[in-house]
C-alpha cells in the first residue's frame, strides 16, 4: 500500500470507532434527558471531551487486530472506543487531581461546568465546587461504561473474559502510576531515573500501548507468544514514547508539540530530564530555577541550556531511542507475522522520530 | 422462624458477603504490593472503608434470593458484594465532591492519606491535594471492581447481562442524583418538594433499594412481574427512608443516627421538611438560621419547634408513612409469593417504626 492507501485505511477504522462512540452517546444521552437538562448536558460535554483525541489507543487495538488477520472489525472498533473512554475517564479524573479547568486551551469538564455555575451568579469557591463535582461524576461514568462497551462488543465469553482482564490491568496500572506521582510531590525530592520510569509505564504506558495492543491481539485469536510479544513491544515502545513526551515538554516546539515549553519547567514536573541532571553538577543552578512559578522565557532558556550542558538531554533521547530499538527487536522475532511487523514498525518509528 | 434464628440467619448472609469481600481485597492487595507501599496501603484503606457499612445492600440482594427460592448463596453473596463496592466508589467520591476528610468521626481515604503526608512535612494544601487524589483513585478502582464482582459471580450468560444492566441503572441514576444535588446548591433557592424527592430517589434510593432487590429477583429467575414489583417496592421504601432520614437529621437523637442533629441544619441542607416549610408563614424566621455555620443549640432547638410548628414535620412523616405504606401495598399483589412477603415487611417496618 502506498501512503495515499495507508492514510485511508486509517481514517477509516477512526471512523468506525467514532461511530462505536457516537452509537453510545446518542443512547446515553436519550437515555438521560428524562433526569434532567443538567445531566443531558453532563453527557453531552462528556461527549465533546471524549471527541477531541487523536484516538490513538483504538489505533493501536485495530492494528494489532487487523494485522493478525481480524475480519469483525465492528468489534474491534468497540473495543478501540473502550479504551478510548477509559483514557477520557483517566483525564477527567486527572484534570480533578490536579485542579486544572482547561485542557489544550480548552475548558475541560470542569471548566465548562464551573463557567456555567458563574454564569447563573454562583461565586467562584461554589463555581469550582459545582465544576469539579461534575467532572468527578463525569470521569465514574466515562470509567464504568468502558468497561460495558467491551462487554456490549459481542465477542465470544472467553473472549470478552480476557479482554475484561487486559482493561482491568490497564486501570489497576495507571491508578498506581497516578498514585506515585502525587506521592512524588509529597515527598518533594527529585526521584531516581527508574522510579520516574516506572511511574510514567504504570501511570500511562500501560494503559495506552501495552493493553490496547494486547487486546488486539486477544480479540484476533493470536497465540499466547505473539499476546506476550506485543505487550512487550507496547511496554518498551510506551516508555520511550513518555521519555520523549518529557523531552519536547522542554525542548520542542509549541508548534509540534501543542503545549507551551515552559509549562513544565514551571510546574516542576519530575522527568528523566531532572532526574539526570540532579547528579550532576549543573544542578546547584538548575534546581532553584525549577519550578519557579513565574520563570521567564530568559530563565527557561537557561534551563534548557543547562540541561543540555550536563548531559541531561543526550541522556534522555540516548535512554528513549534505546526503548524504541528494544521494542522494534521484538517485532523481530519468528513467530511475529510480517503483516504485524510492518503494521508496527511505523507506530516505533514515529516515536522515534521527535527525537532529534 | 423466631427472633433468635432470624437473627443467625442474617449474620450467616452477612458473613458470605464479608467473605467475598475479603477474598476480593486479599487478592487485589497482593496484586498490589509489586507496585509499591503506597499503592498496597491505598487497597488495605480501600478495605477498611468497606468494612465499616451495615450491609444493607448485600441483604437487600440476599432476602429478595433466597425468598424467592435462590440456592446458590455464593453467587448471591458475590452479587451482593458488588453493590457493597459500589455503594463504597460512591461514598468515598461523594467525599471528593463534599471536600469532607472525615466520615462518622473517623478520617476517611482523604483523611487518612492527608494526615499521612502530613506526617511526612506536607503542608496542610498538599497533604489535603494528597488526599483527595488517593480518595478520586480509591473510588476509580472501587467503581470498576463493583463490576467486576458481578462478572466473576459464575452466573449464566443471561443473568449476568441482566444483573450488569442492573448495576448500569444503578450508577446512572445516582450519578443523575448526585448532579442535582450539587445544583440545587448552585441555584441558592429552595427546590420544590418533588424536585427534593427525585433527587433523593435517584441519589441513593435506586442504587440502595430498587437494584439490589431487582438484581436479588433476577438472580433468582424470578418472573419479570415479580421483578418490577420488587423494583416498585424499593423505590417507594427507599423514598420513605430517604425523608425519614432527613426527620431524624433534625429531629433524631444521636444516640439513634450516629451524627449529630445540628449538622443538617448548619449546613442548610435541602430536605422536604425545609422545601415545606418554605411555603409557610414561619418561613420567614427559619431561613436566617439555616445554613448558619455556627447555630448554637438554643437556635437549633427554635428551628426545630418552627419546623414543627409550621407543619413541615408532620407533613414530611406523613409523606414518609405514605410511601412507606404504598411499598407494603406492593407486597400484597397476588404474584407475590407468602415467604418473599414476610421477608420484606420487616424492611418496610424497620423504616417507618423510625417516624413517631
Known amino acids: 500500500m502506498d501512503e495515499a492507501d495507508l492514510l485511508a485505511a486509517a481514517q477509516e477504522r477512526q471512523a468506525q470507532v467514532d461511530a462505536v462512540l457516537e452509537r453510545f452517546f446518542t443512547l446515553a444521552i436519550r437515555r438521560a434527558e428524562p433526569l434532567g437538562d443538567r445531566y443531558t448536558s453532563l453527557w453531552r460535554v462528556l461527549e465533546s471531551n471524549t471527541r477531541g483525541g487523536k484516538r490513538f489507543r483504538p489505533r493501536m487495538v485495530m492494528s494489532a487486530y487487523l494485522a493478525l488477520g481480524g475480519r469483525d472489525t465492528e468489534a474491534a472498533a468497540c473495543v478501540g472506543a473502550a479504551f478510548e473512554l477509559l483514557h477520557t475517564a483517566l483525564i477527567v479524573h486527572d484534570d480533578v487531581i490536579d485542579h486544572d479547568f482547561v485542557r489544550r486551551g480548552v475548558p475541560n469538564i470542569s471548566g465548562t461546568f464551573r463557567d456555567e455555575a458563574a454564569t447563573r451568579g454562583a461565586d467562584e469557591r461554589l463555581a469550582e465546587h459545582f465544576g469539579t463535582s461534575a467532572a468527578v461524576i463525569a470521569g465514574d461514568l466515562a470509567l464504568f461504561n468502558s468497561y460495558r462497551l467491551i462487554d456490549r462488543s459481542g465477542v465470544s465469553d472467553v473472549v470478552r473474559s480476557r479482554l475484561l482482564e487486559v482493561m482491568d490491568e490497564a486501570l ?14 509529597v515527598d518533594g525530592g527529585v526521584p531516581r531515573v527508574d522510579d520516574i520510569l516506572t511511574m510514567e509505564r504504570l501511570k500511562t504506558a500501560v494503559y495506552s500501548f501495552e493493553c490496547p495492543l494486547q487486546a488486539g491481539a486477544i480479540l484476533a485469536g493470536a497465540s499466547e507468544q505473539t499476546v506476550t510479544t506485543l ?6 515502545i510506551g516508555i520511550a514514547y513518555q521519555i520523549v ?7 520542542g516546539s509549541e508548534s509540534m508539540t501543542g ?14 530530564l531532572i532526574a539526570y541532571a540532579r547528579s550532576t553538577r549543573e ?12 520563570l521567564d522565557g530568559a530563565e527557561a532558556e537557561h534551563v534548557r541550556a543547562l540541561l543540555d550542558g550536563c548531559g541531561a538531554r543526550a541522556f534522555a533521547e540516548g535512554l528513549a531511542r534505546y526503548y524504541g530499538n528494544r521494542g522494534l527487536a521484538r517485532l523481530a522475532e519468528p513467530h511475529i507475522p510480517s503483516a504485524l511487523r510492518e503494521e508496527l514498525h511505523p507506530v516505533a518509528d514515529a516515536v522515534l522520530r521527535r527525537v532529534r
Chains 1, 2 share one sequence.
Open 259 to 272: 503545549k507551551t515549553t515552559v509549562g513544565d519547567l514551571r510546574e516542576g514536573k519530575r522527568t528523566v
Open 231 to 236: 505487550a512487550d513491544f507496547g511496554r518498551d
Open 172 to 185: 489497576f496500572a495507571s491508578a498506581a502510576g497516578e498514585l506515585i506521582d502525587v506521592d512524588f510531590a
Open 283 to 294: 544542578w546547584a543552578e538548575i534546581a532553584p530555577l525549577l519550578g519557579k512559578p513565574d
Open 245 to 251: 513526551d518529557d523531552v519536547l515538554g522542554v525542548f
